[in-house]
């Protein structure tokens, strides 16, 4: 694990190379940056991402946003506009830190919704985005299961099994957590970013997701100006890539087979 600063705070990565342990990207095939969703970190993708870099051929950069994982903690309440703020202002900086070139967005729930705004913003070039259990607007459904999130963190023993991927885990939980719940949230929205997301997307949703319908995926295929895929998974909860981890590994490496075949 090596740590880079970017949006003002040391954030903690690592380089996942098919084949090598901690090499950096080689030219040519696309870069994959996974984006963890709101309660993950680089650690709790567990092999993930090693399987797709291994199937794809294709180097793979995993990282933890500020206030997850290794990275220094949160020291202040997060605004409602901290999606796009992760989107347009640390990502950027954190690829050109390390001179990451054209990539390929590989986002789950909030790391999605990042993938989107960033693609959809123009202004540095994406070879892709998979968009996993992805959000655009809020539903009823979302809040409802983040406020049973907190009764969790309360009651059980979900802050102790967060601990092992996150080193300030209440900072970890509260910053996701407080933020979804705050009312003025309510509002948030990032649908004007898709009509300018005109690079493949790959959309995969499992049918049984306790935080978000079908609803999030029909929007985004409906606005999106350029080609899309959607699978949708039966028996797969929020989680695709732990779900239906096979299901999701081969709708993945088909995808990133497609798009290094069309810019070949």
Known sequence: MQFVRAGGHRLEYRWIQPGSRGAPPTSGSPVLVF??????????????????????????????????????????PRRVDYLHREALEVLPELLEMLAVRNPLLIGHSDGASIALIHSGAGKSPVRGVVAMAPHVFVEDISIASI?????????????????????????????WNDIWLHPDFRHWNIES????????????????????????????????????????????????????????????????????????
Request: glycine letters at 8%.
């Open 193 to 264: 970013y898709l009509s300018a997301i005109e690079c493949p997307v790959l959309l995969i949703q499992g049918e049984d997701d306790q935080y978000g319908t079908m609803a999030q995926i029909e929007a985004i295929e409906q606005q999106l100006a350029g080609p899309v895929e959607t699978v949708k998974l039966p028996n797969c909860g929020h989680s695709p890539h732990i779900d239906q981890k096979e299901a999701s590994l081969h709708a993945i490496a088909e995808f990133v087979r497609k798009v290094k075949s069309a810019s070949a």
């Open 147 to 175: 406020a049973q999130a907190k009764i969790a963190f309360e009651t059980t023993d979900l802050p102790t099994r967060l601990g092992r991927y996150h080193d300030n885990v209440t900072s970890a939980f509260r910053g």
């Open 35 to 76: 984006l963890h969703e709101g309660l993950g970190s680089a650690a709790r993708w567990k092999r993930f991402p090693h399987a797709v870099a291994e199937a794809t051929g294709c180097s793979a950069l995993v990282y933890s946003r500020h206030g997850y994982g290794k990275s220094d903690p949160l020291t202040e």
